[in-house]
DNA sequence: GCGACCATGTAATCTGTTACATGATTAC
DNA sequence: GTAATCATGTAACAGATTACATGGTCGC
């Protein structure tokens, strides 16, 4: 999914900035599936703009004036709904994880390493998990986007439990100072 | 993770051709949490090679002569165990998901699309665990190897449940026919 | 006044994907 | 003999990441 649909996604919401787009991606509905920084956001928002399918609002006194607030247009939703509906260029995405990699190959790490990695997925996994109970106490929230939030719900609940569980396991099986062992 | 790296994990447990290295993304151990098309490894093993991270396997007369068999080498295996022990680029990768941002927005697609995108992620879950009770039957499994094949089965597991019990409630909500609802 | 946050953008680089191009071996 | 699988590679293109560069507003 490139920056261009992830932006017409977030705008078929409400008009929104860049800035905004991008706090979409960082804290909040999206926060837990998809991603992007400023260098894909304002390009892919000036090719959609182009491309006629998002237009910026009509500048008023009350915002700043350098202060770009872009709407979907009914051609981008359009656009939107059509790549939603494409036949999937699929591929597994869940999990395509640098955690899991490192992990892996905790026999040529020490173990103070993987304890400090545990613990900065954990600390990530609770941001992650706050995140997404904020968004569940919102009233007005549409059935795919509570279907997406309780999934991530699930599946983040379920990571944190199986870290949780099976860490001492793994450690009793890894010796303390190894660091370089094939 | 870029592909050196990830080639370099996978030459660290045995010798390989950029074949088997693709099956072990496609179908082997690695293949839950990551991987790399032919374009991304044949190149990563001639710059792995020119840096001399790995080598090839002097050709013995039962292998066919144009099958390039690569090795870790010592220089190699300390690459990647400072890779690994690095202060880590995080960003959290679990669920970078295009499924998930396509039932997001499950208002917009009509209720037979959604359907198949559903039946299609059930069977990918099914394949995966399949691959992975193979990796668990082995014996000779590492500790970091048997952790991760369990996280990943315990996660597939429960993104799989999830799907079971919820997809009636999200079509009770969403309207069959409705395609390009805003 | 200062630090945190809002806000936009460009340019270089890196890297991955896709399609192409080729051919050997094995099992039926 | 023919289809599936093994096996290697290149080239063009698309795309993202990173760092850079700039400046306004708000609360303390």
Redesign the interface.
Known sequence: ?DAK??CL?VL?REPATGYDIRKAFQNG??S????AGFGSIYPALRKLSEDGLIEECPSSPDVRENKKIFSITPAG??A??DE??NP???????????????????????QD?IQA?FN?RKA?YHD?LDIIDNLLKKNSI????K??A???K???T??LQ??EK?TE??FA??SPEI??Q?
Chains 1, 2 share one sequence.
């Open positions: 999914m649909t992830l996604g078929s509905p999206f837990h599936f998809c991603g939703r359009k939107l709904c939603l509906a999937a260029p699929l591929g597994f995405e869940i999990m395509r994880s640098e955690f899991m990699f490192r992990v892996f190959f905790a026999h040529m790490m020490p390493r990695l900065e990530l992650k549409l059935p795919g986007e279907f997406i309780e999934m991530g699930t599946l983040i379920a990571a199986f870290l099976n396991t793994l099986l890894t660091g370089q094939p």
